[in-house]
């Protein structure tokens, strides 16, 4: 450790050991006539159906009135304490082994008591979009929404926030929570789908701790003594802009409006759950003589709500034949945006999501739903549907699949077309306007995030973290070789707890394949997440092969945290798995060829598809120019050639943004891209 380093770790120390007061146990005779503490307040982080770390002491912490008496018990153990000048207040109790639920009491001159907490392991989950990801927006939502019945799970959200001061605590949070299918969809899918698989594994309670903010670099969640350290940071530090007057207002007024659009969700949440509300919209008796017309399918914003936010009703009437009369229709009303209830005859047949679970595919995912027998009679019949739509375009909109149609769905007959002329009702009550920039874009501060969403974790016993960014960084790559492992070693100095486990994902497959070797920005920020590696107890899911060319926020999201899983299990907890794919280990030119070596092959390397033919490599000769190669698995190592370099000095794979490889070893973990050489790159320089 360098002295800069060594006088961080100094600082961090000395300010956790002045944060209160230290605990000792009830014998303590001097503390019998401190008065019991008044107004106590327990840390955000401390919330019914918590997970406290396992098998290292357990801190609770908070504030009280100054100089007063506190106790903590959980369950049979029990400490007291004596609040600091300032109010803080720490407990230590002893280390427990996995299980629970106990129940923490704080007793002062009034208690507090937190229910159903378990023992066990706490991951801090953190990084930017990928890791903020929610689970509603993953590969078959739905069905993985349906199973998340986890109780010894735990989720934990840090609400976003940015300071540019350390902050002691988190100035909102979710809570502890049960995953379950009500609280799954808006948590971090990498993270669930990583704690889910450690849970059912270990048996243990897990407990996630998320704190991510989509679109942020990793210097903004690095401590700023860290970042003093890195000489090629100054200039970022230096463009820290100052919050003027008028900037001052603009955020303000982004406020008010915040506030207002709350307010307008808060009502559309009323309209929705009001039940009988919607039957007497949907009733066929309604009077709707004074609702206005609309051509479906549209969104509504080009037929005549051109700013409006929130909800719509659309009724049309249908005849239906005679022969129908009694017979299960299909109702098919296309791709709706985003949220619907569809009644039929002011019965209700169908629907799609909630505002409290808007799942980003309902938009362009078609409605076909079923209308009973019983609800279908001769001559006219009444469809309606309430829309509720609060970003973006909105309404009954067709999408990919933009069929409107009635039909009996036992036997072949004509359809009836639904599109076309529909009475619509935009309710007035519901006033949300429209979503606003936001002015400070503070986050992406160097250090800004580090102080109002991890400084106030660093005192919370965790077994590790699990991190998923660097999109934000690829175009200053080369910097991040050195500025990602400063990041892991300052929180390690923060959390005093040694080099405990860090894992991360390197970025997945983006952008247009290209079929010739070239440069790639982010072929150099997966290379500087391969270097991290040298740090000890780090570990990288390579998701090289489950990227999508137009999403940077590809869905399959299952893989991420199932790969990120074995690095834990194969590395942590000690078991018998391969943590991850073949890690390019040497190179040795012979004659026209180059033979290279990896790590991590378990039982033997693999080409995955293609006959068995390897994808991906490029060669090169003295002149630095490369050409794609051919390459073969012998003997457990990989031949790579090309009859255009006779005498080859370098071999790179995958190197590309999104590259074509199919390198695995047998336990169908793929292979990190990498190169051999050590040319420089495009983002030398890059600050």
């Known amino acids: 450790m360098n002295i800069k380093l060594f006088f961080i770790a100094i600082v961090v120390g000395t300010n956790l050991l002045f944060s209160g007061c230290s605990s000792t146990p009830d014998k303590a005779q001097n503390r019998e006539t401190i008065a019991p503490a008044e107004n106590i307040t327990l840390n955000p982080l401390f919330t019914n159906h918590m997970v406290l770390q396992r098998n290292r002491p357990i801190k609770i912490y908070g504030k009280s009135e100054p100089g007063q008496l506190i106790k903590v018990t959980l369950g049979e153990n029990s400490v007291k304490t004596v609040s600091n000048l300032t109010g803080k207040w720490t407990a230590e109790l002893p280390a427990l082994k996995a299980g629970g639920p106990y129940s923490l009491i704080v007793q002062g001159k009034e208690n507090i008591v937190l229910n159903d907490i378990l023992i066990g392991d706490i991951w801090v989950c953190s990084g930017q979009s990928n890791m903020e990801f929610p689970v509603k927006r993953v590969s078959n939502a739905v069905n993985e929404i349906k199973v998340a019945d986890y109780p010894k799970l735990r989720l934990f959200t840090a609400v976003r926030n940015t300071s540019p001061q350390p902050l002691e605590q988190l100035t909102k949070s979710s809570g502890w929570q049960l995953c379950t299918p009500n609280t799954v969809p808006n948590f971090s899918a990498a993270a669930y789908f990583f704690g889910r698989k450690l849970h059912q594994k270990l048996n243990i309670p897990i407990g996630l701790l998320h704190s991510s903010w989509g679109g942020t670099p990793a210097e903004a969640w690095t401590s700023m003594e860290m970042l003093q350290t890195l000489a090629s940071l100054q200039m970022r530090i230096n463009r820290i802009p100052k919050v003027s007057k008028k900037k001052q207002q603009l955020i303000a007024e982004y406020r008010r409006i915040m506030a207002l659009r709350k307010i307008g969700f808060n009502a559309v949440e009323k309209i929705e759950a009001n039940v009988e509300y919607g039957k007497k919209m949907a009733d066929p008796k309604l009077n709707d003589s004074k609702w206005l017309t609309m051509q479906l399918p549209t969104i509504w914003e080009k037929a005549g709500l051109p700013k409006y936010d929130g909800v719509v009703w659309f009724r049309k009437s249908v005849d239906i034949p005679a022969d129908w009369a009694g017979k299960t229709l299909t109702l098919k009303l296309g791709a709706i945006d985003e949220v619907d209830i569809t009644y039929f005859n002011g019965i209700k047949v169908g629907g799609m999501g909630s505002m409290k679970n808007r799942i980003s595919d309902y938009w362009q995912t078609p409605r076909n739903y079923t209308v009973p027998g019983h609800l279908v009679k001769p001559g006219k019949n009444v469809l309606t549907s309430m829309v509720i739509d609060v970003l973006g375009a909105g309404g009954l909109w067709g999408g990919k699949h933009p069929e409107m149609s009635l039909q009996p769905a036992e036997f072949e007959s004509n359809k009836i077309d639904l599109s076309g002329s529909w009475q619509y009702f935009a309710e007035p009550a519901v006033n949300i306007p429209p979503q606003p920039r936001n002015p400070s874009r503070l986050q992406g501060n160097p250090g800004f995030l580090f102080n109002a969403m991890i400084n106030p974790l660093v005192k919370f016993p965790i077994t590790g973290a699990i991190w998923y960014q660097g999109e934000s960084n690829a175009s200053r790559a080369h910097q991040y070789q050195r500025l990602f492992p400063a990041m892991i070693q300052d929180w390690r100095i923060r959390w005093q707890q040694g080099d405990f486990p860090f894992y991360f994902v390197q970025l997945a497959n983006f952008h247009a394949r290209k079929p010739d070797p070239g440069n790639s920005t982010w072929a150099e920020l997966r290379e500087a997440q391969l270097i991290t590696l040298r740090l000890p107890n780090t570990g990288m899911a390579v998701i090289i092969d489950i990227g999508e060319a137009k999403n940077i926020h590809p869905k399959n999201k299952q893989d991420v945290g199932k790969r990120l899983a074995l690095n834990a299990l ?118």
């Open 570 to 687: 194969a590395s942590h907890y000690q078991q018998p798995l391969e943590p991850c794919g073949p890690i390019f280990a040497k190179m040795v030119i012979n004659n026209e060829h180059a033979l290279l070596s990896f790590s991590h092959t378990g039982s033997g390397l693999m080409a995955k598809g293609s006959n068995g033919k390897l994808k991906g490599f490029t060669i090169a000769g003295k002149d630095k120019k490369f050409f794609n190669a051919n390459a073969e698995i012998e003997n457990g190592k990989v031949v790579v050639w090309s009859n255009k370099v006779k005498q080859p000095v370098a071999v790179r794979y995958g190197w590309a943004d999104n590259p074509e490889c199919n390198l695995y070893n047998k336990a169908r973990l793929p292979a990190t891209p990498f190169r051999t050489d050590n040319w420089p790159g495009v983002t030398v320089g890059s600050r």
